[in-house]
Nanobody
Framework: QAQLVESGGGSVQAGGSLRLSCAAS?????MGWFRQDPGKEREGVAG???????AYADSVKGRFTISKDNAKNTLTLQMNSLKPEDTAIYYC?????????????????????RGQGTQVTVSS
């Protein structure tokens, strides 16, 4: 099982940006981010397959960008134009074997390897 450690969360005003990073003990074939806010369902935010293809939730398309550095075993989520509804704990996740093609953002919810999460708070 891959060890995943997130960093980069924090508090920001609406319209601001944050960059989340995930350091992995090894890079999975598929990696991604999901989020959860108390009282809300978990949401797959973005995923990236080994070939670099990406998938995003409709709620973040055009604002968030996922990227992966296979050499450094690092996953990144650049979040721009943040909104109060983006407030949540963000988790990094990985699937060591593979993922469906085409990848969907909600598939990240089923990835077995997960980090501890990092809090993102967006104030209005």
């Amino acid at each position: 099982q891959a060890q995943l450690v997130e960093s980069g969360g924090g508090s920001v005003q609406a319209g601001g940006s944050l960059r989340l990073s995930c350091a992995a003990s090894r890079t999975g074939y598929c990696m991604g981010w999901f989020r959860q806010d108390p009282g809300k369902e978990r949401e797959g935010v973005a995923g990236i397959a080994y070939d670099g293809s990406t998938a995003y939730a409709d709620s973040v398309k055009g604002r968030f960008t996922i990227s992966k550095d296979n050499a450094k075993n690092t996953l990144t989520l650049q979040m721009n134009s943040l909104k109060p509804e983006d407030t949540a704990i963000y988790y990094c996740a990985a699937h060591p074997i593979g993922c469906r093609s085409p990848l969907r953002a909600r598939d990240v919810l089923d990835f077995p390897d997960r980090g501890q999460g990092t809090q993102v708070t967006v104030s209005s």
